[in-house]
Structures are given as C-alpha cells and as structure tokens.
C-alpha cells in the first residue's frame, strides 16, 4: 500500500534525519566479535574450516551486538527511478522501461521476485522518480521526487533538497522495516540509464578514469561504450565544482534510486539490521554511504562481483572483498538476495552446532 512519509531538508548544520542517523551509527562492536569468534573456535569443527562463513557469523553478531544473531525476516527494497541522461544516448533499452519492469516487479515476474520467493525473503517496490503516472497500486510504495532526474551532462542531476527527501526516504524504509522485524535487509534498483549514474560517481569518489569504469549496462556496443564514457568525462567536468563534496557530489551525479539506496544503508545499518550490497549500482550507493559516513564501512557485506566493467576494480579501492562470483549483471538486488541465504547459512552454523563439551567431542590435541 502506499505510505505517507514526512521529510525533512538537509541541513548542514541543523538536525535534519540524515545527520542524526549519521551520528547515530556505531561501528562493529569488537566486544561481542571476541566472544562470536571464541563461540565459532569451540564449534565441532577444526578452526576455521567454514572459511568466510565464520567471518560472517562474526561480523554479523558485532552488527546486531548480540553472541546468537537472530534473521527472523529479510526483506530486499527495489528503488525505481529515471535518469535524464538517458537522452544522451548510453542505454541500449527505451526509458520506458523502467516503468514497465516496476508493474513487472508488483506482478512477481521478475527475477528478484523468483529468487526472493526461493530463500523467503520479501519484496518491497518503491517509485522514487519514475517518469510514469502509476496512480495508487497495491504493493507499490509511492515517494516519487519527480519524474527522473535532470540530464547532469548539463548540470546537477538534482537538487540538495531533493537529495534530502531521497536520503530520508531511505532511512525512513529502514525504520520501517525495523519496526517490521526485519533482520537483515537488501536494495534493489531499476532505472534506465543507471550505470552511466553509478559510473561518474566511482569516477568521482574514486578517482577512477571513466574508460575504466564505463561497461555495457543493458548491452550496449563497443562504440556505444566508448560514447557513454565521454558523457561520463562531461558530467564530471560540468559538476566539478560540487566534487570535493560528498552530498554535493551524490546531488550532482547520482539518481534518486541511487540515493534512496543510500539512505536506506544508513538508516538500515544504524539500526543494527544486517545489510547486504548487491552490485554495480548497489556499490555506489554504498560508497556514496562511506563517503558520508565513514563508520558505515565494515557494517555493509558486498554480496557478489558483478559482470559489469570495472566493478572488481572498483571494489578492491574500496577494500572489500564480495561473497560470491556468479557473472550476474541484473540488479533489482537479486545477488544481495542470493548471498542472503549465504549468511544465514553462517548464521545457522554459528547459532545451532554443537561445542566439543556438548557434545562429547574431544578437542584438537595441544
């Protein structure tokens, strides 16, 4: 059903959502990690045999500050929205898309939908920009900022306030999903044209050339890809004046799906819920997050290496190192979802095996 949700505008020096949520996120709580990795070393395994499962079940319980995590809900929030600068030529699908793929999503047809179904996981769908009139549909959350983006080959994608709004919706969602009991938590996204978003906003946080950065997306052709690189290089250009800046830069580069994303890892992780990244725009909106705040960095678990371009470059400048490597390259979430099942299978283990003492087992030999 559609919410109502009440915002607030950034404020760099008030007490707007966004920075209360930003004061509010602690980092991994090393106490309760000491204590999961000795529960993981007394476990009727040889140490360390369960591989990243084990790192997992650690860092899971340094999140939600507890020595058995529980992951009684999981929940994955597809944001939808358009780009102007798909007026630029970089996709190889009509903007119209985006809109049909948002019905797709409510009728259970798409990919995320079959996956979510296969690990028991829900689906949220929000329209954070889409440039379509859905009216009031069931299932559909409605915080439409506008209908797209501008085209930021010519100046920012949008507005700080409107940057505001998105980022708040997104903690919003969080708080709702925690009050949900939701344990552990995905974004998804959909938007034609968002890799080109995503592609200048690696290439602004990080430094990185856009001919490193820019792939196919949808499928577009080798001098298709070259072309979108050089959008890239002139967006950039065009909003170098708000680089040096992280909100700014999100505002300049980025799209409301994008930002909602973001908001969502804040709220989400300030609230001690276990978040997974999914791919190639899931990871700028998770940077963007670390660039805002950097106490977010070792609470977000990157599920998988993407197909696309440069997003194993991407991710080693960024220090982190995905669960899984399944040459997917959809969206929607679908990987964050896959590697849900991942970490609650790390979860099971953790909370449910037995210890050498309980279970009479003799311990390793000194």
Do not use: W
Not at 67 to 87: E, M, N, Q, T
Request: aromatic share 4%; charged share 20%.
């Amino acid at each position: 059903m559609k919410r109502d949700f009440a915002f607030q505008h950034y404020k760099i020096s008030g007490s707007s959502l966004i920075e209360k949520t930003v004061a509010g996120l602690k980092p991994l709580d090393p106490e309760m990690m000491k204590k999961a990795r000795e529960q993981e070393d007394n476990l009727t395994k040889p140490l360390g045999s369960l591989g990243r499962l084990e790192e997992l079940a650690v860092k899971v319980c340094g999140i939600q500050g507890r020595i058995h995590p529980s992951l009684r809900k999981k929940r994955v929030v597809v944001f939808a929205s358009d780009h102007g600068v798909v007026s630029e030529g970089v996709s190889a699908y009509p903007q119209e898309v985006t809109a049909q793929m948002v019905y797709n999503f409510l009728r259970g047809g798409a990919g995320i939908n079959a996956i979510a179904r296969t690990i028991g996981a829900e689906v949220r769908v929000v329209d954070m920009g889409v440039s379509h009139d859905f009216g009031r549909i069931p299932g559909l959350i409605s915080l439409k900022v506008r209908k797209g983006t501008s085209n930021f080959t010519r100046g920012p994608a949008m507005s700080m306030p409107e940057l505001s709004r998105c980022l708040e919706a997104g903690v919003e969602l969080a708080h709702l999903a925690k009050k949900d009991g939701v344990d552990m938590i995905a974004g998804g996204d959909m938007g034609i044209g968002n890799t080109t978003s995503a592609s200048a906003l690696f290439c602004a946080y990080l430094g990185i050339a856009a001919k490193s950065v820019v792939g196919p997306g949808t499928g577009i052709t080798p001098s298709q890809i070259r072309h979108k690189a050089k959008v890239v290089e002139k967006a950039l250009a065009v909003n170098k004046d708000s680089l040096s800046d992280p909100m700014r830069t999100l505002a300049g580069l980025g799209g409301f799906e994008i930002a909602g994303m973001t908001g969502l890892y804040l709220g989400a992780a300030e609230k001690h819920i276990t978040v997974l990244v999914d791919g190639f725009i899931a990871t700028s909106a998770a940077l963007a997050a670390m660039k805002i705040c950097p106490a977010i960095s070792g609470l977000l678990i990157f599920s998988h290496l993407s197909e696309e371009t440069g997003h194993k470059v991407i991710l080693e400048k960024m220090g982190v190192s995905p669960l899984l490597s399944l040459n997917l390259r959809l969206g929607e979430g679908t990987g964050a979802c896959l590697a849900m099942a991942v970490v609650e299978a790390a979860l099971s283990c953790h909370n449910r095996m037995a210890t050498f003492k309980s279970a009479g087992v003799s311990e390793r030999e000194k």
